[in-house]
């Protein structure tokens, strides 16, 4: 029986948060690779929030994937054919396939990957897109100093993680803030942050508060909302506040309520002289040859450690992405398509 390539398409713009009938499983023949080309076929699949905005059509920072087409996803194939002579067959690359199991390839984008340096699923977190984020985010705007407090929300996911390790690395005091006492505890016990709140508790203001004595430094932003409103009041002058995400808000329907007002953060930006700078990471490519130096050292001294989430099979894509919207996820998350 001739193998048989599934892909998930946009079916349709999400209204609110995305539901399973904004996708669609379909089935193709394999491609055959051309003349250059060869074939990929993916290992794994990484889901990340920004994807929430490629399936809108509001301005954006990137063009939206359109409706009938494949979604967008960094990946970790296997070349399993080639007529390319810079790959052969069995090598694992760090592609951009989608949510796809099969796709054709001229080689262009594409980095070849040793799984005897790292497990090749690093590629799309603490070792990809998500660790180079928090390393570029946080040492080229967040800017730790010893001694001083660093302030992460979503710290128990990817970005985040990587984000509290690091400033502990730099000498600063690094506050988590995360969903549930599970997470809590991790980013506290195995990531070894000072402090680890729940931004789910009903006291979470008073509590961050207490955990952050002499306010806050740095304040690395994943979230917004009321992650925000209890952050805000604590910041120290001259804090640095790299705008990495907002992901309260990828879903809302309206413009959230937020305690304060434009004027009185205004007023908090010149009085404390705060430095709120939003990001992409791709701003910011000049560094990754130091996050390929750093990172991987740090991991091998055990003073980055990371966690993934893994959903099996691509039919189970939606269902995981939908829940790492809501926290569901815990730790990186990825699809395994194949081993
Ligand atoms: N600027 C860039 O270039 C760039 C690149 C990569 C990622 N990002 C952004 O970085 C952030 C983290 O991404 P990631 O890949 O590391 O994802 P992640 O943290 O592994 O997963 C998302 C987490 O967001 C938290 N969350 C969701 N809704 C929330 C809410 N209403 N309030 C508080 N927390 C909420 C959940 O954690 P809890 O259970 O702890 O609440 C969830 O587990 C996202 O905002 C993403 O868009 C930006």
Known sequence: MPETARRIVLASRPVGEPKPSDFRLEEFAVPQPGPGQMLLRTKWLSLDPYMRGRMSDAPSYAKP???????????????????NPKYQKGDIVL?????????????????????????????LG??????MTAYAGLLEIGKPQPGETVVVSAASGAVGS???????IKGARAVGIAGGPDKCRYVKEELGFDECIDHRAPDFPDKLK?????GIDAYFENVSGAVWDAVFPLLNTFARIPVCGLIAQYSATEAPEMKFRTSQIFRAVLTKRLTI??????DFAAKHADFQRDVPQWIKEGKIKYREDIADGLENAPAAFMGMLKGKNFGKQLVRIAE
């Open 162 to 168: 990587v984000v509290g390790q690091i400033a502990r």
């Open 210 to 214: 207490t955990a952050c004595p002499k």
């Open 65 to 83: 994937v359109g409706i009938d087409e494949v979604m967008e996803a960094g990946t970790v194939s296997e070349v399993v054919e080639s007529n």
């Open 277 to 282: 700078r939003g990001f992409i990471v791709t």
């Open 126 to 131: 603490v070792l990809g897109m998500p660790g």
């Open 95 to 123: 592609s951009r396939a989608g949510w796809q199991t099969h796709m054709l390839s001229d080689g262009s984008g594409l980095r070849k990957l040793d799984p005897n340096v790292a497990p090749v699923s690093t590629a």
